[in-house]
């Protein structure tokens, strides 16, 4: 099977293969990001992207990794296109539906001083050729006093110890 490419990149009726890569999209944010005072899920800023697919039957491959941190043992991010989640786990009950848990011991020495890099990645079938969002948003899901934290450590002081690191978001396109 092919997918043909009408104006994508001014030369129309491009034929790829099922399977071909027509595009890549990446986003990295260098700089911290703090959320507290809330179980509730918020966008982490600067960690989303915008793709555009050149055919409905595209699939776009979803490509998160993230250094996040919490002040108390229970935090996860989810990844959201538009305002759609996607790539989550059921829910049940109580049970937060994330892309990712990081969570830590309570009895782990040095945790304030430790990065969870986690990584997660979703093949999503948007069925569009509009423009669309992919976003990751993340919280402490432990309690509304708690703080969560991504590229940086908690106990972020100035010194070599405390590490500040990098997340990224890959939106490939992916002809369907």
Do not use: C
């Amino acid at each position: 099977m092919t997918t043909t490419i009408t104006g994508a990149t001014g030369i129309d009726n491009i034929k790829a293969a099922t399977g071909a890569v027509l595009q890549v999209v990446s986003v990295t944010k260098t700089d911290t990001w703090t959320y507290s005072g809330s179980t509730t899920f918020q966008d982490i800023t600067g960690l989303a992207a915008a793709i555009t697919p050149t055919s409905s039957s595209s699939k776009i491959l979803v490509q998160v990794n993230i250094n996040i941190n919490g002040s108390e043992r229970y935090h996860g991010a989810r990844l959201l296109r538009g305002s759609t989640l996607i790539g989550a786990g059921d829910t049940s009950s109580n049970r937060s539906s994330v892309s990712i848990s990081s969570g830590s011991n309570q009895d782990e020495p040095n945790n304030p001083y430790v990065m969870r890099n986690s990584s997660f990645s979703f093949l999503d079938s948007p069925s569009t050729t509009s423009a669309t969002t992919y976003k990751v948003q993340a919280v402490s899901t432990q309690s509304a006093s708690a703080t969560t934290y991504v590229n940086r450590i908690q106990t972020d002081g100035d010194a070599s110890w405390a590490h500040r690191g990098s997340s990224t978001i890959t939106l490939t396109e992916i002809a369907g």
